[in-house]
């Protein structure tokens, strides 16, 4: 099986986020091929050669995904998706409207482009520093990891 974790992230936040997956899916398999991937650097394509794909982003000012995900996240419009699995993650901040908005935009592409995206999607109030956000990606990563799917 192969996984890939593909994120953006300005303070830091939503990449420890991607290491702590990443660590989590090592955990559960060490036999698992883990590979991270800033979305800014590569193509949205890139996803169809992955298993399971974790997808984090932080939202941007009033709930918008930042622009290092804007062309990654367009380009997703012309993925299929089918037969993956998906989870998504991002920090926020709850002082803006719209809390970890990118987090539900971009579950809301994977699963229009025909992945299965899990219910423990992960949204963290700014750095993952407690037991729960520990305890949030670890239930995100037994999702994923569970029962990946080989057609939709």
Not at 57 to 84: C, R
Not at 130 to 137: F, K, L, M
Request: aromatic share 8%; charged share 35%; with cysteine.
């Amino acid at each position: 099986m192969k996984c890939g974790i593909f994120f953006v992230s300005m303070s830091g936040n939503t990449e420890d986020m991607a290491d702590m997956i990443e660590a989590e899916v090592k955990t559960i398999d060490n036999t698992v091929k883990v590979e991270k991937h800033e979305m800014d650097e590569v193509e949205a394509g890139e996803l169809t050669g992955y298993d399971v794909i974790f997808l984090g982003s932080y939202t941007w000012g009033d709930g918008d995904l930042p622009y290092e995900a804007e062309d990654f996240y367009d380009e997703l419009e012309d993925v299929d998706l089918s037969g993956k699995v998906v989870g998504v993650f991002g920090s926020g901040d709850r002082d803006y409207p719209h809390f970890c908005s990118a987090v539900d935009m971009l579950a809301e592409r994977a699963e229009k482009q025909g992945a299965r995206t899990v219910p423990s999607n992960v949204k963290i109030e700014l750095a993952p520093d407690t037991e729960e956000d520990e305890e949030q990606i670890r239930a995100l990563v037994k999702d994923c990891m569970k029962s990946p799917v080989t057609s939709k």
